[in-house]
């Protein structure tokens, strides 16, 4: 018995140390918005093969696709019709062999999302499922009977809606976490659990290297379907008066502790191929589950997920403040030595730079390349691609017309972080010939093409930066000290590996200059927000460093 956990904990570790993603890149490539190669106004997955030469050039590792299976398209590919087919929209078996051969040529991974929580309600399960009570495939969703003739109890969607959908033929309710259109699946069920295996199967030995796991956090609920309690926070029961959601504390239809065996099933196929499991973990800010959803991700020895995915730098301030308390915060929860994911953009939030100037939008780059963590970029963000304005009429996400709060409205609508890729400036951007499946902004000054031929650009301090990471394995991998200056809008950081050591420097004022206290010489610095040809003795409003000269900085 010993003797097997300790081959198991060798075997684990082993495995964890060739782990291909440690210190890499990831990419996020929204498909249907990267690159059209048939002109019918949708990207595909041969755009994408045409533009591997540029993902090369800007360094990244790995590539994460939204999802590419066949798909009504309700919730754009997050409600799944067949996990074993491509979009036909999208491509072919053929194209993404042909994807997986040559992005792995350019030293490229590819990952995939993979949406297990719920399928499309167009999904063959479920047109089974909801056909009759005796239907075998009944149990594969979460099916229950109403109290009296209500619901089976107060669990509400992400949406602000009831959890739950009244089927009158059958005088029973389905329970959904998302959209109404995707059934959560019974994931407790074995044989829909054999079924998710056979599914990451048929993938990993089609050349993925790791999944996005779609909502990782909502798997498993509640058997006895039990009523959340209220929650006993301030600050969400004043925001559940516009989102009703947040007036519940969600015990019993996520996070549950039940998560951590099915983790251990999907960790133990994905480390069979050395793949990665980024399991997205949505959680609302002070809520207690975060630490038991991250636990149960990273700290059960081997067992669970091998990172999260989270909004924290999405939603919380951008300042050196804001920084160091999310940092702090992780390092409180993961003791070992697991780094947190940083990401600022992503396909259901406004981007980074539409909401910050260009010189925050610098900071963040820098962030998001130097500190201790697994930077996942989103398309576009490396050119400061801003948010296109999608007048709701035009709008093709649902989110914004179910979920219309006035308070809560700039924040949802999901449609202008997912507009075209902006290559080149003629009429569609070098996306496409033909007018793009959703509105874009047409007179976006960023483009690739400009970017690339300018030294300075945003576009060149991305690829800098992500050189800097291959350069220097102590910004890849080294461990990370937080130094506390008390001094205001200042971050600085260590990284060390061995006898290599880096330092980072950042100043968040917009107006105020930091003394270094040291001559920082041009041959110390290995990268900066503002180019520097003299010594640096102070930073500028706005300015970062990375160097590799102990800064001591005062006001
Ligand atoms: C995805 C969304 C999607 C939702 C339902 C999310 O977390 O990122 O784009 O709409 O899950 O699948």
New binding site residues.
């Given amino acids: 018995m010993y003797i097997k956990s300790f081959l198991f904990l060798i075997f684990s570790v082993s495995l964890y140390a060739n782990a291909w993603w440690e210190g890499k890149v990831v990419y996020q490539v929204y498909l249907r918005s990267f690159q059209d190669s048939n002109n019918d106004g949708i990207g595909d997955i041969p755009g994408l093969i045409s533009r591997l030469d540029y993902l090369q050039s800007l360094g990244v590792d790995a590539l994460w696709l939204s999802p590419i299976h066949k798909s009504p398209d309700y919730?754009f590919g997050?409600d799944v019709k067949g996990y074993f087919s491509i979009h036909p929209a999208l491509g072919t078996h053929q194209d993404f062999q042909q994807l997986t051969l040559q992005a792995n040529k350019r030293g490229i991974k590819i990952m995939m999302d993979l949406?297990i929580?719920?399928t499309s309600d167009q999904h063959p399960w479920f047109l089974a499922s909801k056909s009759s009570k005796s239907n075998p495939k009944r149990n594969w969703y979460i099916w229950s009977d109403g109290k009296g003739n209500q619901p089976p109890n107060n669990w509400r969607s992400r949406l602000d809606e009831s959890s739950w959908v009244y089927d009158e033929s059958s005088n029973q309710y389905y329970q959904h976490s998302?959209f109404k259109e995707?059934p959560d699946l019974n994931l407790r069920n074995p044989e829909v659990q054999k079924e998710i295996e056979k599914i990451m199967h048929f993938w990993l030995e089609r050349g993925v290297s790791g999944f996005r796991l779609?909502?990782a956090n909502y798997y498993m609920k509640d058997a006895g379907l039990r009523d959340n309690p209220a929650t006993n926070s301030w600050s969400k029961w004043f925001q559940s008066s516009v989102y009703a959601y947040m007036g519940q504390e969600h015990l019993y239809d996520k996070n549950h502790p039940d998560l951590a065996n099915f983790y251990r099933k999907l960790r133990t196929i994905a480390d069979n191929h050395n793949a990665l499991l980024l399991g997205?973990v949505?959680v609302d800010d002070g809520e207690q589950a975060i630490y038991a959803a991250r636990s149960v991700s990273n700290q059960t020895k081997g067992t669970g997920l091998h990172l999260s995915l989270h909004r924290d730098f999405i939603s919380n301030k951008f300042s050196a403040e804001g920084l160091e308390n999310i940092i702090t915060e992780h390092e409180a929860l993961m003791p070992r030595d697991i780094p947190m994911v940083v990401t600022f953009n992503?396909?259901?939030h406004q981007r980074f730079s539409t909401t910050h100037t260009a010189a925050e939008t610098r900071l963040a780059a820098l962030f998001t390349l130097t500190s201790k963590g697994f930077p996942v970029l989103y398309y576009g963000e490396e050119i400061g691609l801003k948010d296109a304005y999608v007048p709701q009429a035009l709008g093709k996400d649902p989110l914004p017309r179910i979920m219309w709060k006035p308070a809560y409205f700039a924040q949802i609508g999901r449609d202008g972080c997912r507009t075209p890729m902006h290559w080149d400036n003629t009429a569609y951007a070098g996306f496409s010939k033909v007018e793009p499946w959703i509105t874009f902004d047409k007179e976006g000054a960023v483009s690739v093409e400009e970017q690339e031929q300018d030294a300075k650009s945003l576009l060149n301090f991305y690829k800098k930066l992500i050189s800097l990471r291959k350069q220097h394995v102590a910004l890849a991998k080294g461990k990370q000290t937080l130094y506390k200056t008390g001094i205001k809008n200042l971050l600085i950081f260590k990284r060390e590996y061995k006898d290599q050591t880096i330092w980072v420097a950042m100043n968040f004022s917009p107006a105020n200059w930091i003394s270094l206290n040291t001559q920082i010489t041009p041959e110390n610095i290995l990268a900066s927000t503002h180019p520097q040809t003299t010594n640096l003795t102070e930073l500028g409003p706005m300015q970062a460093v990375i160097t590799t000269k102990i800064p001591s900085p005062t006001l």
């Fill in positions: 919730d997050y949406v929580n719920h998302f995707q779609d909502l997205e949505d992503n396909h259901d």
